[in-house]
Every structure is written in C-alpha cells, then in structure tokens.
C-alpha cells in the first residue's frame, strides 16, 4: 500500500516546500499579527536555502531606513559557491507592501511590540518568510501555557483508555 503524500500549496496554487520553522518562538512569544513577507536574497544563499540549510534562532526584525531588516538569520555558504558566497549572518531585507509595513512600523515604535520570523519557505521558486509581530512572554505565562498542555495531554489519554 502506497502512501500518498499531500503537496500544500499556497493562495495562488504555488507548492510550499518548509526549510525552517522558528519553534522556540511559539513558547517564548504571543503571536498577535502574522505576515507573508518576500526575502532578499544574494548569490548563492538560494541554493544553500534548497538544501534545507538555515537557522532562525535569535532571530528577529527591525526597521532602517524606512526598510524592514532581518537580523541573525544564519544561511551557512553553499559548498561550491567560493568566492560568490556571501556572510553568513548578514541582514536581509524583507519585502512586503508599503501598508503592511506602515501597520508594522506603528506597531513596534509605540506599543513596544516586536517582529519574529516563524518560518523560511519556497512559495513556487520565491523563498519567503512568514513574520509574526509578537508581545514577550513572562515567566508566568510560560507555566500557564506549559501546565495547559499537561492538562491537555492528560485529558487526551483518558478519553483514549475510555473508549477502549
């Protein structure tokens, strides 16, 4: 028996193919306001991203210059790209439109919010990333959410050992 393997696809029917997911950001940030932003990308940084190599943690975004910038983001050089390999942890520019950027923009100066990277995808050929403007977790919150899972998780088993 062959198992198929679901494609997801995006809104405009593209494939998706994930490189990276930010998971440590889902416990240590409130996820308000998501976003779908293009990534900046030069020389030999796509190919290095096809190969699934890139790392999020510590990342996050701020704007300069009217720009919105990804710091920290680490694309390790491509093997054969020698000289056309760019640093490694350079900043990107992301691109996303003039209103979205406005909206961020209020957002991080005046309710002290800041901007997280979730996930690095292939929309089509597009690498993108998926942003999510974020308020910081306290350490309470952290054991509200942890001891919510547990109870979750318990819940989950009972019903399991009931029905049989």
Known sequence: MAESR?????SRGRPIRSVATNRRAYHDYQILDEYEAGLALRGTEVKSLRLGRCTLTDSYASFQGGELILH???????EQGNRWNVEPKRSRK???HESELRHLYGAVTQKGLTII?????FS??????HIALCRGKRA???REAIRRRDEERELERLRKSWRR
């Open 94 to 96: 992301l691109l996303l």
């Open 117 to 121: 990277p979730l996930r690095v995808y």
């Open 72 to 78: 920290n983001m680490q694309i390790p050089p491509y």
């Open 124 to 129: 089509g050929q597009y690498a993108k990333v």
């Open 140 to 142: 309470y919150d952290k």
């Open 6 to 10: 679901k494609e997801i696809k995006d």
